[in-house]
Structure formats: C-alpha cells, structure tokens
C-alpha cells in the first residue's frame, strides 16, 4: 500500500527539548493510503469548515489555545486534490478519536465510511459541545462503523480487523486519552507504521528516560480521561518501540519533528 504522510493543519509552534532540531509548529498528522479498492484517509485533521468558521466548529477557547494556522492548502481534501484524486475517491476514514482536530474535517468526506470505537462516539455524542467534542463535525450525518471489541492481536496488542479494509489497516486500542482512543496500524509494504493519536505526545516520551514535552504534557494531562490508563498506554507503547524497532514505526499525531522525518 502507497502511503501519503499529510500535516492537515499547522499549529501552535513548539521548542524541542534538545539541541540539533529546529523550532517547528505542531502539526495533525494523518496518513493516506492507496489500496486496490480505493484511498483511506486515517485522521483528517482540520477540514474546510474549520478554516471557514473556526469559532463556529472549533469553538473560540480551543482556537485560543492550539492557535491554528487555518490554512485551506493544508486541509485533506485539498491535498487530496493536489495529489491528482477527489473526495470521492476517499472510500473509508479512519479515526484515533473524535477530538475536533481529528476530525474536523469528516464534513469534506461525507460519503466515506468513517471507523471509530463506540465507546467514542458514545462518548463524543453524549459530551458534545464541548471543548474536544463539537457537533458541527458530524452534523451531516456520517457513515459511522463502531467496533465495541477487538478481535485480533498486533505484537502483543489487542487488535481490530475494520470491515471492508484490508489486513494491511488495523485499530489498535490505546486507551487513557479519551473513553475510546485507539491507535491504527498501516503496513506500508516494508514495515508497519502505528498512528499514536494522542496516546503521547513527543517522541522523547518513548526514550527509556521519558521526557514529556514542557508545553505538549501540559496539553495531555489535562485532556486524558484516566491517568493510569494512559501511563500504562505509554509504558507498552515504548516497549513495542524498544522491542520492535525494525518492524513498527510509531509517531503521534502532534510532533512535528516526527512528521518531517516521516514525510521527507
């Protein structure tokens, strides 16, 4: 399977920890991938909507707070566009989570059939408006398919085989963040490639010596739903990056260093 890397909307600019790389904004990391049987966008980022009418879809405080740059380029669609495909050919869409810079832009896809847990949408529909939650993201009524159990196993992991999707895409729940976070897994045709979400945050979160982010940990600590869940998430998540370097990849949704290593 071909994979695009796409940073679907610019944020906040962030100061590494360490010496050698350059300040860089943050950035909603999503993946696109070419099958036989058509594309699959995993995350969408910011959508057009978004960059429309932030305050309206986003909400004002989280505008605030994450500073978007709400570029209409940096959207998926867009750069769907760009690579020589339309919105229509986006068949299936796959969601970590339904935090609204994960989501923002379903209204773009709206005949994809979009993959989540239940346990979020229950989670998002009952919450929203929130701050991570808003409606106007599937106010068109999306094509949801849920997935209440896993049914599968992923180096260790619980795994979910999505329907309609081939072997090579796989959700891996990763829970701690929000009610039903989960991670998804991408084969490349080389290697695997696990999309984090926001599982962590900064790659030197997955060193032996974690070292959160001084401005991204604030973020997720006071996101995460259950503390112990995500500092377990975390602890298996860096021993499947120690143990299985040479088979997975793992990058999260936000680090902008990650994402130009991975899309250079």
């Not at 495909?85 to 059939?113: I, K, R, W």
């Not at 829970?175 to 991670?183: A, F, K, R, S």
């Not at 112990?228 to 902008?256: I, N, Y």
């Amino acid at each position: 399977m071909k994979i695009h890397h796409l940073n679907c909307g610019s944020m906040r600019r962030l100061d590494p920890t360490c010496e050698g790389l350059p300040n860089a904004a943050a950035v909603n990391h999503c993946l696109l991938g070419q099958t036989e049987s058509g594309l699959v966008l995993v995350e969408t980022g910011l959508g057009l909507d978004n960059v429309r009418d932030p305050a309206g879809t986003l909400g004002a405080d989280w505008v605030e707070m994450a500073a978007p740059v709400l570029d209409e380029g940096e959207t998926a669609v867009r750069q769907i566009e760009r690579l020589g495909f339309s919105a229509a050919d986006v068949e299936h869409v796959v969601v970590t989570h339904l935090d609204v810079d994960h989501c923002g832009g379903l209204p773009d896809f709206p005949h994809a059939t979009v993959h989540v847990l239940g346990a979020e949408l229950r989670a998002a529909t009952s919450e929203a408006p929130s701050f991570r939650y808003r409606p106007a993201h599937w106010a068109h009524g999306p094509q949801w398919r849920t997935y209440e159990s896993t049914n599968d196993q992923w180096f260790g992991f619980d795994a979910i085989q999505p329907v309609g999707l081939p072997d090579e895409i796989k959700l891996v729940p990763l829970g701690g963040h929000t009610d039903g976070h989960t991670g998804i897994a991408v084969h490349d045709g080389s290697r695997w490639l696990l999309h984090c979400g926001d599982a962590y945050y900064y790659h030197r979160e997955l060193d032996s010596e974690p070292e959160p982010h001084p401005v991204l940990d604030i973020v997720q600590t006071r996101s995460e739903v259950d503390h112990g869940k995500r500092v377990t998430t975390q602890d298996r998540l860096r021993t499947l990056a120690r143990d299985h370097s040479a088979e997975v990849t793992l990058f999260s949704a936000h680090d902008p260093w990650e994402f130009g290593r991975l899309a250079s």
